[in-house]
């Protein structure tokens, strides 16, 4: 099973959008796919009109380990599936303040036996227990970025952040990936900063990008994607090649066995090497 987070610190990157559209892509090409909103504002359930219901059996019972995994609300939407996100979360991030909070997800998933071919974390635009539990659990990282000043930043950071998990946590996540979305051709900013991720990070910066697009605005009306309105818009061509051209990526990592030396054998991890969400930003 392929675990993927998607994540950038800087809100306003499309990473949302991103979530659900490459989940939904995932979707029509026959991959069983399951999002799991670890956002506490839970900006993807509402946008896919979900409903949050019982906490427990919503995302914040991935914290409790009286709650068995197979027992969540797993709701059906465009293609695939999503556990929701809960107001639960806000509440409970005070609590989970000790540096093995971060394995909470990681653990659950080992418990279940969920049946999908890929995970996918959808996460806040910010470093918190959260988005570093979905980061320790997961091979993969997606990061969405505008290529624009802050949004650029932003991702930086975010592929930082990731090197320190997989150093300090996590041996396991095997990649990170960035994808351009937002993309305005005709701005020269937008060219330039294009041309600075492509030089810097080579061939982890996708080919194909996100252009600006109506149809993607359009598609949140009534929790629906651009692939239910027009399978032909922009958006959904375009989302659509940038997910064929991630699982290929994703697949000749797998294929290529990078993945580092996985530590002890126990899996056993010395509390301070943990990075709280803190350092992680500061790193």
């Known amino acids: ?27 029509l090409t026959g991959v069983r796919t399951l999002v799991i909103d670890l956002d506490p504002q839970g900006f993807l359930t509402r946008t896919l009109d979900v409903e949050e219901g019982n906490p427990d059996r919503t995302v914040a019972a991935l914290f409790d380990p009286s709650v068995d995994p197979q027992s969540l609300a797993v709701q059906h939407v465009s293609g695939f599936d999503v556990i929701p996100s809960s107001n639960s979360l806000t509440k409970r991030m005070r609590e989970l303040n000790k540096p ?3 394995l909470w997800v990681r653990e659950a998933l080992q418990r279940a036996e969920l049946g999908y071919d890929l995970v996918l974390f959808d996460t806040a635009a910010a470093v918190t227990v959260y988005s570093l539990n979905a980061l320790v659990a997961s ?10 000043y802050q949004a650029v930043v932003g991702a930086e950071q975010t592929y930082q952040t ?10 396991m996540l095997q990649s990170r990936t960035f994808l351009l979305t937002q993309v305005d051709g005709r701005k020269r900013i937008h060219r330039t900063y294009q041309q600075y991720l492509r030089e810097k990070y080579t061939e982890i910066v996708l080919d194909n990008v996100i252009r600006t697009s109506t149809s993607l605005a359009e598609s949140r009306e009534g929790g629906t994607t651009v692939f239910d309105h027009d399978s032909s818009a922009r958006g959904a061509r375009d989302y659509a090649n940038a997910t064929d051209e991630l699982l290929r990526h994703i697949q000749r990592v797998e294929a290529a066995d990078l993945s ?13 090497d943990v990075p709280l969400p803190d350092e992680a930003m500061n790193s």
Not at 20 to 25: G, M, N, S
Not at 162 to 171: A, I, Y
Not at 261 to 271: A, L
């Open 100 to 102: 093995t909070d971060v």
């Open 162 to 171: 990731t090197e320190l998990v997989e150093d300090k946590l996590n041996p």
């Open 260 to 272: 580092p030396d996985p530590g002890p054998e126990d899996g056993s991890i010395d509390p301070e």
């Open 139 to 148: 091979q993969h990282v997606l990061i969405p970025v505008l290529p624009e």
């Open 1 to 27: 099973m392929i675990v993927l987070s998607v994540c950038n610190h800087k809100g306003g990157t499309g990473k949302t959008t991103t979530a659900i559209h490459v989940a939904a892509a995932l979707g």
